[in-house]
Each structure stands twice: as structure tokens, then as C-alpha cells.
T-cell receptor, first 115, second 115 residues
Framework: SQKIEQNSEALNIQEGKTATLTCNYT??????LQWYRQDPGRGPVFLLL?????KEKRKERLKVTFDTTLKQSLFHITASQPADSATYLCALGGMTTDSWGKFQFGAGTQVVVTP | EAGVAQSPRYKIIEKRQSVAFWCNPISGHATLYWYQQILGQGPKLLIQ????????DSQLPKDRFSAERLKGVDSTLKIQPAKLEDSAVYLC?????????????FGPGTRLLVL
């Protein structure tokens, strides 16, 4: 069965450092991978999308890589700030008829940035 | 642009009772999703609508859950009868056409507690 794994333990990091999160998957060939941020009591908010033929994507202090050979995506927050504290979810989506528009989410990794 | 609206925000019921949740997506969005998010897990897709038709309801427990989107705009998700394991946050999301490259916009969710 398809499985998506994200670090289950919270990532505690000092302000200014780079936070790196992983998203590993098995039995899946996603065409797209998205990263979302979720704050307590709120719905997820879209951050970045990366396609299977893209190695890296950047947006301000965020960077995402996508390695289809390793079946892994890395999500980096550079120069982290306390406001970056949240849970980060990866979501994988395919382009087959059966999975059009349907994303499967990982469980998320909580990031805590301390001053 | 108004976001995805959901109501109620919180609901407490006893097992075997029924409950309904309402969602109004972003104007012009053809695709509407209902997700269930259990504490500590990622969102799990329950049902996906394209306008007023069902695209995917493979993970919807149809013996107790039902959903409709009669006019292709707002939607209602119902649970009848509720079980203890239905305690979760129910998230509604919408996207323009359901293309996996599109951003999904989430509402704030309805937090359900079944006693």
C-alpha cells in the first residue's frame, strides 16, 4: 500500500538556523508534491509545489527538493524565525485517471523555533 | 477574496447522535473536498466533488457518512450515527478545477468530539 512518512518527532531549532524536514514515500509514483503549513486550530495553507521533473524549488526562505530515485522530498526553512513554528505537511498527487486532483497527505512534522 | 467558510467551528455530541457540517468554498471553485484529520495525523480525503458530481468517495464510510453538493456550490457532510472514533477535525477545501497542480484552499475546520 502507499505510504508517506514524515519525521514524527518535533524538530526543535534555534532562531536563525536552517530547519530541514523529510518526506519519504513508498509504493507511489507522484507527479506532484506539495508542502503545506498548518497552525493549531487552523486549516493547512499551501506553501510550495514541485513537479516530478523538477529537482528544486525556492520561495523566499523556503526550499524544496524532490528526488524520485530516493523517493524523498526535503523541505528547508533557512534563517528560521519563531513565526515559522507550525506543523508542516507534505502531500503527494498523481496524474493517473484514478488520482486526478487527489492528494495523499503525510502526518506532518512539528517545527518549534526558539529565540 | 473570501476564503473557504465552515460551520460550526466546534461540536460536541454523544455517540449514536447525528451531526452535520456545512462548507462554502471559494467562489468559482469547481472542486470541493472533505477531509478528516484525526489528532496527530494528516488530513484523509473523505469525498471529492467536481461541481455537483462525486469524483472520489472511496474512503467515505458510507454506512454512516453522507455528503452532498446539490447546486455545485456549498456542501454538507453528515454523520449518522456518530461513533467515538469519528472524533476529529473535519476540513473542507476547494480548488479551481481539481488539477493536482492547483493549490487547495482549506477552511478552518470543524472540531468534532463524540462522547
Amino acid at each position: 500500500s502507499q505510504k508517506i512518512e514524515q519525521n514524527s518527532e518535533a524538530l526543535n531549532i534555534q532562531e536563525g538556523k536552517t530547519a530541514t524536514l523529510t518526506c519519504n514515500y513508498t509504493n507511489y509514483s507522484p507527479a506532484y508534491l506539495q508542502w503545506y503549513r498548518q497552525d493549531p486550530g487552523r486549516g493547512p495553507v499551501f506553501l510550495l509545489l514541485i513537479r516530478e521533473n523538477e529537482k528544486e524549488k525556492r520561495k523566499e526562505r523556503l526550499k524544496v527538493t524532490f528526488d524520485t530515485t530516493l523517493k524523498q522530498s526535503l523541505f528547508h526553512i533557512t534563517a528560521s524565525q519563531p513565526a515559522d513554528s507550525a506543523t508542516y505537511l507534505c502531500a503527494l498527487g498523481g496524474m493517473t485517471t484514478d488520482s486526478w486532483g487527489k492528494f495523499q497527505f503525510g502526518a506532518g512534522t512539528q517545527v518549534v523555533v526558539t529565540p | 477574496e473570501a476564503g473557504v467558510a465552515q460551520s460550526p467551528r466546534y461540536k460536541i455530541i454523544e455517540k449514536r447522535q447525528s451531526v452535520a457540517f456545512w462548507c462554502n468554498p471559494i467562489s468559482g471553485h469547481a472542486t470541493l473536498y472533505w477531509y478528516q484529520q484525526i489528532l496527530g495525523q494528516g488530513p484523509k480525503l473523505l469525498i471529492q466533488f467536481q461541481n455537483n458530481g462525486v469524483v472520489d468517495d472511496s474512503q467515505l464510510p458510507k454506512d454512516r457518512f453522507s455528503a452532498e453538493r446539490l447546486k455545485g456550490v456549498d456542501s454538507t457532510l453528515k454523520i449518522q450515527p456518530a461513533k467515538l472514533e469519528d472524533s476529529a477535525v473535519y476540513l473542507c477545501a476547494s480548488s479551481f478545477w481539481g488539477n493536482p497542480q492547483e493549490t487547495q484552499y482549506f477552511g478552518p475546520g470543524t472540531r468534532l468530539l463524540v462522547l
